[in-house]
Structure formats: structure tokens, C-alpha cells
Nanobody
Framework: QVQLVESGGGLVQPGGSLRLSCAASGSIFSINGMGWYRQAPGKQRELVAT???????NYARSVKGRFTISRDNAKNMVYLQMNSLKPEDTAVYYCYLDREGGYYSGSYYPRVRFWGQGTQVTVSS
């Protein structure tokens, strides 16, 4: 199994910044991609940002220009730098890791998405 641990959430005023971190460990094997989702009360979970192994990134339109996703492949970590935060950014943020499917040590493993426990981000004055 793969374990993901998020950190860096907290309370911040509108216009402020936070940096979220996600550390992966366990039977990682090969990473297909990593990213961040968020879910606010009364709203559906939404994809915030993704990053591939080659460094290609994608962002939700609501955060483009304000958020930056990055990763350190050697350390199995992914980050989300959040600037110019708005009250509507308030949500629980979840890190995910897509482990590539395939054969490892003679056994087949399907592609699996692993999730972190989530970290609360609250933007309020």
C-alpha cells in the first residue's frame, strides 16, 4: 500500500498564502501522476491541480494564476503553493497519487489511486 500525508493547512486571511505538502511512502513502485482535489461544505469534490512525471501541469480555472503545483520525484512529494487566497478556497484539500499498473516482482497490480487524509484550509477574516 501507499500512504500519503498532507500538511500545511490552516487559517489564513483573504489575500494570504499557504503552501501544502504531501509526502508519499510505501509500495509506490511507479507513479503515473499526482495532484490535489478539494471539497467544500455543500459542494462536490473538484480537481484543483495535477502534475505528470514530466512536469506538465493543469489547473482548475478557479485557481489558475493563483496556485502552483510542483513535485520532487526523488523525494516522492508534491506541493501546492496557494497565493491570493479567497474565502471560496475554503475546503478540505486532498492529495492523491496514481500508481501505475503493471507487473512488479512477478505479480500484477492494477492502476490504483491513493488518497491522503486531507488538510483543512480556511480563508476568513
Amino acid at each position: 500500500q501507499v500512504q500519503l500525508v498532507e500538511s500545511g493547512g490552516g487559517l489564513v486571511q483573504p489575500g494570504g498564502s499557504l503552501r501544502l505538502s504531501c509526502a508519499a511512502s510505501g509500495s509506490i513502485f511507479s507513479i503515473n501522476g499526482m495532484g490535489w482535489y478539494r471539497q467544500a461544505p455543500g459542494k462536490q469534490r473538484e480537481l484543483v491541480a495535477t502534475i505528470t512525471n514530466s512536469g506538465s501541469t493543469n489547473y482548475a480555472r478557479s485557481v489558475k494564476g493563483r496556485f502552483t503545483i510542483s513535485r520532487d520525484n526523488a523525494k516522492n512529494m508534491v506541493y501546492l503553493q496557494m497565493n491570493s487566497l479567497k474565502p471560496e478556497d475554503t475546503a478540505v484539500y486532498y492529495c492523491y497519487l496514481d500508481r501505475e499498473g503493471g507487473y512488479y516482482s512477478g505479480s500484477y497490480y492494477p492502476r490504483v489511486r491513493f488518497w491522503g487524509q486531507g488538510t483543512q484550509v480556511t480563508v476568513s477574516s
